[in-house]
């Protein structure tokens, strides 16, 4: 089987574990995946919720969770890789990196917005950086900026296509057409990122993320199209060892065909989500937002349909009726808890 080379470190198994936050992949859920040769993801999105200080002192609990996490995942690991999602709208972006950095992390994944300025806060680190992006056009504009302003390049690339879960790189408009037939972009961006590798002496591999659920489709991506790697992140969330509340992963078990809707975010990005109550009746409505929590740059709690922090933080304790429940578009096609093991070896299962 393929493995995964980025740079100087290697994961046997050529699977990324996608980010998901609030409290959906921590420490646990990520230790698991590296442990099993994959690269194990920790969602940077308000990871501190459950310190006893969250609402008093919001940006140092966050960072001190995140160590720990960190921590958590690398010893369960074994000495597997474990990697951070930072969302580039999040604010402390700065912040976020360099604890990373601090506490070992082997890699950032991030997204939610272009990362022009990661270099600039990795810089003198060894830390992997992989942007994600979700065109030809976006790809371009942040490698030619990181090669001209910090003279990097990316680690890693992931492309997330229109199936993905959580926030999607394209406008409300455009995902029914990109549903049709996204490989097409694939192609274009895996052949300027091996021109833009060649010509500067480095082999950048590229990850696709975006309703990737079996083993056919890892083959599809991997030997078909010539990628070197999948992220997946819906079919980890129905496992043990996910960090999620059991009712919410119960929520991806009992989800049906037609569940799976898209949603406007206060990051000004659509998103996935389970179609619920909170989509249904709160989100039309506008929910007041009676506390800020200062999680994203461009916020103006004044002027947003919901908090998403609190909406999360309720899926995150279990309280699925006032919830956002993001999802990828297969997630009806879950109908059980498995384990991490279980998932990565029917992923891989179909690969040479």
């Known amino acids: 089987m393929k493995e995964l080379i980025i740079g100087n470190i290697k994961a046997r198994v050529p699977v990324l574990q996608g980010g998901m936050g609030v409290g959906v992949s921590l420490g646990g859920l990520a230790g698991a995946v590296a442990k099993e040769g994959g690269i194990g993801v920790i969602s940077a999105a308000q990871p501190g919720f459950k310190e006893p200080d969250f609402y008093t002192n919001t940006k140092e609990a966050n960072m001190r969770a995140l160590a720990r996490e960190i921590k958590r995942a690398k010893e369960i690991s074994n000495g597997g890789i474990v990697g951070v999602n930072i969302m580039v709208a ?153 960090d999620a509340d059991e009712r919410f992963k119960q929520a991806y078990v009992d989800s049906k065909k037609g569940d799976a809707v898209i949603v406007k975010s206060p990051v000004g990005m659509p998103g996935r989500a389970l179609n619920n109550n909170f989509i249904k009746n709160i989100v039309p409505n506008g929910c007041k937002v009676t506390r800020c929590f200062n999680c994203l740059v461009h916020c103006d709690p004044k002027n947003i349909p919901y908090c998403i922090s609190k909406a999360l933080f309720n899926g995150a304790e279990g309280n699925l009726d006032e919830a956002l429940i993001f999802c990828g578009a297969n997630v009806d096609r879950i109908d059980r808890i498995s384990t991490v093991k279980e998932v990565i070896d029917e992923l891989v299962g179909e690969l040479k």
């Open 90 to 242: 999040v604010t402390n972006y700065e912040a976020f990196v360099k604890c990373c950095i601090e506490n070992g992390a082997d890699i950032i994944i991030s997204g939610a917005g272009l990362p022009m300025d990661l270099p600039k806060y990795a810089e003198g680190s060894d830390i992997k950086l992989a942007p994600i992006v979700s065109s030809l056009k976006a790809c371009k504009v942040l490698t030619s900026r990181w090669l001209k302003k910090n003279n990097r390049l990316p680690d890693l690339v992931v492309i997330e296509g229109p199936k993905a879960g959580g926030h999607l790189g394209f406008k409300s408009d455009e995902i029914e057409e990109k549903l049709e037939n996204f490989d097409d972009e694939i192609k274009q961006i895996i052949a300027y990122i091996r021109e833009f590798g060649e010509q500067n002496n480095k082999y950048i591999p590229v990850a696709f993320g975006g309703g990737v659920f079996t083993g056919e489709d890892v083959k599809h991506y991997i030997e078909e199209l010539g990628l070197d790697a999948v992220q997946v992140a819906t079919r980890f969330v129905a496992t043990e060892e996910c």
